[in-house]
Nanobody
Framework: QVQLVESGGGLVHPGGSLRLACAAS????????MGWYRHAPGNQRELVAVLTRGGSTHSAYSVKGRFTISRDNAKNTVYLQMTSLKPEDKAVYYC??????????????WGQGTQVTVSS
């Protein structure tokens, strides 16, 4: 089992910045990928950025050059640094972790979500 707790959401003006954090606990050794997704009203949940165990990253086209995913292994925490925020970035942001056990079974974990609002 993996527990994920997000923090850092809030209200920001267009052009502003926020940093989200996702602290992982539990059986984190076998986590392969951690990432951020977002869900805006009327839209499907979409991938924002992911970070693999090996350090590879992938970001959605809509956030490239503006959002950066990173991790602090000592704190078991993944961050999403968001800059140049736009009103269309408004959504609930969810942390995700994918874990594979010794039998090759895939487990998918989600945090509770944190609201990001971009408004003047």
């Amino acid at each position: 089992q993996v527990q994920l707790v997000e923090s850092g959401g809030g209200l920001v003006h267009p052009g502003g910045s926020l940093r989200l954090a996702c602290a992982a606990s539990g059986s984190i050794v076998s986590i392969n990928v951690m990432g951020w997704y977002r869900h805006a009203p009327g839209n499907q949940r979409e991938l924002v950025a992911v970070l693999t165990r090996g350090g590879s990253t992938h970001s959605a086209y809509s956030v490239k050059g503006r959002f950066t995913i990173s991790r602090d292994n000592a704190k078991n925490t993944v961050y999403l640094q968001m800059t140049s925020l736009k009103p269309e970035d408004k959504a609930v942001y969810y942390c995700n972790a994918d874990q594979v056990d010794g039998l090759g079974r895939l487990y998918d974990y989600w945090g509770q979500g944190t609201q990001v609002t971009v408004s003047s």
